[in-house]
């Protein structure tokens, strides 16, 4: 099956230093990308839309400068969380699709941010 | 706006015993997709429906959509340990022709052995 890789999975950092998180599709490209959020026992929250090529797109309520991505090819994107706060502690998912018949979503190990 | 809601949130069976999880969808969907989340893991996608009424199985795993696309469920037949997880449903934002899903509320499932 379709494997995605994210790194790290975990991280601490103070607060106001910029954390950096990486998605990688490892045996299959992927133009769009996905960013979620999750916060402990509840859902995940879609974030944001990684286009390879083109600028993201951002739900409502998503700061673009705080979040920052970049989906420079076809296999990997990035989440930049600028000047973290203690707020921005969280679960961060992310997923790449592939059409196997039908679009799915593989996802990655996810990032245990934590802000101290 | 549009919400996609589980019931139960926790169910605790037996090992052996059966298992369901509704999810309802207060749009019309195009299709709904199921995934599985194992405690600190990630989502596994476990399948998609799309017709109306649709039913598909996987083993001891039974999936149903509604006649009216806008309610689903998942039936666990005799579950065992190894199907602890929480189950999420998940549906195009808006409801109709997009790749980006809303997810549902998700149903915790604990089997004790």
């Known amino acids: 099956g379709a494997v995605v890789s994210q790194h790290p999975s975990r991280v601490i950092c103070k607060s106001g230093t910029s954390v950096k998180i990486e998605c990688r599709s490892l045996?299959?490209?992927?133009?769009?990308m996905f960013w979620y959020r999750q916060f402990p026992k509840q859902s995940l929250m879609l974030m944001a839309t990684?286009?390879?090529?083109?600028?993201?797109?951002?739900e409502q309520g998503v700061e673009k400068d705080k979040f920052l991505i970049n989906h420079a090819s076809l296999t990997l994107s990035t989440l930049t969380v600028t000047s973290a706060h203690p707020e921005d502690s969280s679960f961060y998912i992310c997923?790449?699709?592939?059409?196997?018949?039908?679009?799915?979503?593989?996802f990655g190990a996810g990032t245990r941010l934590s802000v101290l | 706006g549009q919400q996609v809601m589980q019931i139960p949130q926790y169910q605790h069976v037996q090992e052996g015993e059966d298992f369901t999880t509704y999810c309802n969808s207060s749009?019309?969907?195009?299709?709904i997709q199921w995934y599985k989340q194992r405690p600190g893991g990630h989502p596994v996608f476990l399948i998609q429906?799309?017709?109306?009424?649709e039913v598909k199985k996987q083993k001891r795993l039974t999936f149903q959509f509604g006649e009216a696309k806008k309610n689903s469920s998942l039936h666990i037949t005799a579950t065992q340990t190894t199907d602890v997880g929480t189950y999420f449903c998940?549906?195009?934002?808006?409801?109709?022709?997009?790749?980006?899903?809303?997810f549902g509320t998700g149903t915790l499932l604990a089997v004790q052995p």
């Open positions: 997923s790449a699709e592939a059409f196997f018949g039908v679009n799915i979503q593989y």
């Open positions: 990684s286009n390879e090529g083109s600028k993201a797109t951002y």
């Open positions: 429906l799309v017709k109306s009424g």
């Open positions: 998940a549906g195009p934002r808006g409801g109709g022709a997009t790749n980006k899903l809303i």
């Open positions: 749009t019309t969907l195009s299709n």
């Open positions: 045996d299959f490209q992927a133009t769009t």
